[in-house]
């Protein structure tokens, strides 16, 4: 307990060092960076030592007037492209001529691919009339050799009766050789016809192909032609042109370079510019930690400082004997004449002390830098200075509390006092609220403005609410008990009230 105690108190007056602990550690990363930075800044200062490589401002001058030179050999190109296109006016008829031919020659082979298919559906439909033709003939012969029948009576075979084989044959059909013979010179005339027609189509193909030729060579001799006259007028030309593009590959390699370059340089500039922000980020750490470390109180310095604050507070609130006061460095609690506050008797001096502790720690909060709230809450702060319940004499030497004084009404007077005047000196940078029973009747003119809550038993009392807590009970009707550490039970009572104070005024709550 009292070492967690001893980390709270060096936590809220800022005397533990991690702060200074967190801060070396930021400036050791930092420092870790700067070595970074400078080792990639050696390397590329180095190499563009080396390599001559020229500064940001140079480089950028070089580019623009690379590109400007670009832009110029792109316009003397183009000028030469339009001078040749201005000049080649003697070779659009040749071109005109070039395109008609090669358009002649498209046509003339799509109708010759037209007769080479009327040309093989010629021929197949001849050879099909040979196969009906050796078919026909070959019917011919079987008929003509079937025997003649004559016209006799003869007997059905089903029914016996007489028929005559005539009528018989007239239910047949009747194959006349005549007719066949007919049938098979048609189509001896229709493949001669074919025989013809395929005879024709093979002279337009082969006359096509004739002319097909000729215009190929006509074909090539223009666009030899064509090409003799385009060197001629273009050859003047060529050198010039191949001149500007070397030229122009060129530029532009070397503008490619000198991005490069810049990249570089700017990557060192980059570099130089974080490498002197670290170094004046370091440069105000080094100087956080020296204020830190200079500024740093000691347990020794505060606890000097706070018995000083009580010793006055005690001297202020009129407590006999005040001498030998001091915090204890194992306990971090008062140490009054000499006598650690965990071995008093007396409950009168316990309060004072244990009060005025509190309060000179907040004061010293409001003056310092620390982590302490400036908040306070106290509970019956004249405990044991003439107000003590039976139930809590055991808790005290009532024989010490006597010879101290407790009984005097100064001493309870000058608490509240000693609290107006923090409020004078101070105003609004602290807050502390007092919870009691009643208050001096002599300064109560001047709390009256600190009082924010008046509660007691009796409601019909103006401005008043019943117990501290509005739906309080009776304390008799307390039947269940409290269980502190119970976060979760509801109190239905007013532990506030003083079931042994026969007054109307039953608590005051001063903020």
């Known amino acids: 307990m009292i070492a967690r105690l001893k980390e709270t108190f060096k936590l809220m007056y800022n005397v533990l060092d991690t702060q200074i602990t967190q801060l070396e550690g930021i400036i050791s990363e930092k420092n870790k960076e700067r070595n970074e930075l400078n080792k990639k800044n050696t390397a590329i200062s180095s190499f563009l030592r080396e390599t001559e490589i020229d500064s940001l401002k140079r480089i950028l001058e070089k580019k623009e007037e690379k590109e400007i030179e670009l832009i110029k050999l792109a316009e003397s190109i183009a000028k030469i492209d339009s001078e ?23 046509e003339m082979s799509t109708n010759r691919e037209v007769r080479e298919q009327e040309l093989k559906q010629n021929i197949a439909l001849r050879n099909e009339y040979t196969n009906d033709i050796k078919k026909i003939k070959g019917t011919i ?3 003509e050799k079937f025997p003649r029948i004559e016209d006799r009576d003869t007997s059905c ?3 016996e009766q007489t028929i005559k084989i005539s009528l018989l044959k007239n239910q047949f059909i009747n194959s006349n050789s005549q007719s ?5 010179n048609g189509l001896r005339r229709r493949q001669k016809d074919l025989r013809d027609i395929y005879e024709n189509l093979k002279n337009v193909i082969l006359k096509a192909d004739g002319e097909v030729k000729d215009k190929i060579i006509k074909l090539n001799d223009l666009r030899e032609q064509f090409d003799k006259q385009t060197k001629e007028l273009v050859t003047p030309f060529i050198s010039q042109r191949d001149s500007l593009t070397s030229k122009i590959g060129g530029i ?3 503008i490619k370079n000198l991005k490069h370059f810049y990249k570089m340089r700017n990557q060192q500039a980059t570099i130089d510019a974080e490498l002197i922000r670290v170094q004046n980020t ?12 200079e500024s740093a109180p000691t347990l020794d310095s505060i606890f000097s400082k706070l018995a000083d604050d009580l010793q006055n507070f005690l001297r202020f609130i009129g407590m006999k004997n005040v001498q030998n006061i001091a915090i204890s460095p194992k306990t971090y609690l008062p140490i009054i004449r000499n006598r650690n506050y965990e071995n008093i008797t007396s409950g009168g001096v316990r309060t004072l002390s244990s009060v005025g502790y509190y309060l000179t720690l907040l004061e010293y909060a409001i003056n310092n830098t620390s982590n302490y709230p400036s908040f306070l809450m106290i509970d019956t702060i004249a405990k044991y200075i003439g107000k003590t319940k039976e139930k809590d004499l055991v808790y005290t030497n009532t024989q010490e509390d006597i010879n101290e004084g407790m009984n005097d009404s100064t001493k309870y007077e000058n608490l509240y006092k000693y609290l107006m005047n923090l409020s004078e000196r101070y105003e609004e940078s602290f807050q502390v609220f007092v919870v009691d029973n009643d208050l001096p009747t002599s300064l109560l003119p001047n709390l009256e403005p600190f009082i924010i809550k008046h509660y007691t038993t009796n409601a019909i009392v103006p401005g008043t609410d019943i ?3 509005d739906d309080a009970l009776n304390p008799t009707d307390l039947n269940t008990p409290f269980d502190e ?15 042994n104070d026969s007054s109307e005024e039953n608590g005051e709550l001063l903020n």
């Open 485 to 499: 550490f119970d976060t979760d039970q509801k109190i239905e009572g007013d532990i506030f009230l003083d079931e």
């Open 180 to 184: 066949i013979k007919a049938e098979l």
């Open 157 to 159: 075979p089903v029914c």
């Open 252 to 254: 532009k390699s070397d």
């Open 141 to 143: 012969e079987v008929l």
């Open 467 to 469: 117990g501290f807590i």
């Open 84 to 106: 040749i296109m201005s000049d080649n006016s003697d070779l659009d008829n040749v071109r005109n001529e070039i395109k008609l031919i090669e358009k002649e020659i498209y």
């Open 282 to 293: 370091i440069d105000e750490y080094n100087e956080d930690l020296k204020v830190l470390k």
